[in-house]
């Protein structure tokens, strides 16, 4: 407890300072030739960061928590994958928002043993990402605890109301989404059983322990797309928050999903953490095949409410309610 | 483990949902009439939060961790104090910035046994201190976890480059501090000691519970300042850091100093939590007694840095070195 453990021991005062300024260190050298582009004028050292917002543009902010034993396990997951993940999920909202990445904030709490080489590992991982989409470690908080804690605040910029929203889809629109689905939880399903084949690995094909944010394809569909959201519990879960907050009701065919080639159907249909986008569009909108570097395929269509389920899957000539099957804490 | 848990149990799927769609009612009654006023233009509901800033405006941004067993006690703190100061801290640092709070996001992670009464009075505490600074609720992340794990993020607006800054102390420049100092730690001992007797009072005289953010004073001395801190790791650290950013060293008197009535001389110059604003302005500032409703008190003086410790305390007609005696994690 803060109070309690409070007493005047100035030689050890430094350590959290010491693990502060390392951080620092590293988020500098992400910035080098960062600013004149970003819009971050004041990053990790003060109270706050502070942001300048360009004239015409909206600021869209997530957070998104990563918990040790929750959202990954310190034996299955190495560390570069933690902190690669733990942007990854950020970033991936921005993208279903059509947003470009202006700064990322940490709050990190972990155990005093883990902060040299898990840390370090963990932060590899982190910035090589935050490296390739050139978003700035603008602040975060850091604090001592018995589990790897991490919360990822992700702020971006986007032009003024052409922000991608879950709420915007109409009856009619086609259902399309970007790359292949449920490769996440097949990769998930196979360190469950061989864990330590993985750590080490490149990061080629790695759906689950290193997802691609769909950056590019999110900032195209801005001029393409009336909903989007990102997948990140699952395309079951995820279409039925876009259905409710749209009002609609859909239909998918299972045929014209793109399963990962590793996955089965039932892990397209509700494995969560593929960070794929799905998003709506006006049947008279064309939608290439490919945007930003990903495969893009219609899957379904939404409907008008009416008596069916909110989701209606097609497979093999029958049809079937799908109910959202993917990953929700508190059940 | 997400992937591992997953399996298709509809009925249970909503709890999440439902525990979110609640906090959700709870944001928007605190958002009536505030859309006119604030630059939130979409809060809960979709992948991220839309903010417009507004013209000649730049954008702050703080986040801090509140971890059950670091900083605070279930056995010690009820949680509408949990509530309360999960966002008084994040407050606190917009009020060192000079800012207007503009939009909150909480990462909340529980064990699912207190999401009934213990997270309804900890959304009480947070609720009444948002409504009181017309701060909304515009985002966040739920989990599960094993003990309370809270993650609070904070954006706020302050006119473009008016900022208060750490790093903007000039030699010369005498040294405030707003109210008093060390009550904070003089309470938690006192809670230390007989914890039942604190939960249920009221919220007067709490400075450790209830602390309060001084958010008006702040943006006050965006007019009178040359460099501000908010107090929340203890004077002698805070300063240090003060110091540290500015490139200088300081002479505080400890008779200047306004030591809470219940406090000692120890608890003011090292407890931490006060969350009173710690700031610089010329000799030649005419700086108020009072500012935005609470006191003011010079303490000392900004020095170029030379032989001496970066703060020296006079004392009893002694000089002695001030070393950092504040909370750091990692010790």
Chains 1, 2 share one sequence.
Not at 177 to 199: M, Q, W
Not at 200 to 229: S, V, W
Not at 245 to 258: K, N, Q, V
Request: glycine share 10%.
């Amino acid at each position: 407890m803060k109070g309690k453990e409070k007493s005047r021991r100035p030689k050890a005062v430094a350590a959290e300072r010491e693990l502060i300024a390392g951080i620092r260190r590293r988020a500098d050298q992400l910035l080098m030739g960062r600013r004149k582009s970003g819009i971050l004028t004041l990053g990790i050292g003060d109270d706050c960061a502070v942001l300048r917002p360009r004239r015409a543009k909206e600021i869209v902010v997530t957070t998104d928590l990563s918990l040790e034993n929750v959202h990954f396990r310190r034996d299955w997951h190495p560390p570069q994958s933690v902190g690669h993940r733990c942007l990854a999920r950020g970033l991936s909202d921005l993208a279903a928002m059509g947003a470009r990445p202006e700064a990322a904030f940490l709050s990190l709490a972990l155990p005093s043993a883990l902060t040299g080489v898990w840390m370090d590992a963990f932060f590899d991982g982190f910035m090589a990402l935050a490296k390739r989409y050139r978003v700035p470690l603008a602040g975060g908080d850091m604090a001592k605890s018995t589990t790897v804690v991490a919360d990822i605040v992700l702020l971006g910029s986007v032009p003024r109301g052409k922000a991608l929203l879950r709420s915007q889809a109409r009856a009619g629109d086609l259902i399309y989404v970007t790359g292949a689905l449920g490769g996440s939880a097949a990769e998930l399903r196979a360190l469950e059983r061989k864990p330590k084949d993985f750590v080490g690995k490149d990061k080629l094909r790695h759906p689950h322990l290193y997802p691609e944010p769909r950056l590019a394809a999110g900032r195209k569909l801005t001029r393409l797309a009336t909903a989007a959201i990102d997948l990140s519990d699952g395309l079951s879960t995820d279409l039925a928050h876009l259905c409710q907050e749209s009002g609609l009701t859909a239909e998918i065919d299972a045929d014209a999903l793109p399963v990962d080639a590793s996955a089965t159907l039932e892990q397209a249909l509700h494995g969560g953490e593929d960070y794929e986008l799905l998003f709506t569009a006006s049947a008279k909108t064309v939608v290439p095949d490919q945007l930003g570097g990903v495969s893009v395929h219609a899957i379904g269509r939404m409907k008008k409410p009416g008596k069916g389920p909110q989701v209606q899957l097609h497979h093999r000539g029958k049809r079937s309610a799908l109910a959202a099957g993917g990953w929700e804490h508190f059940r």
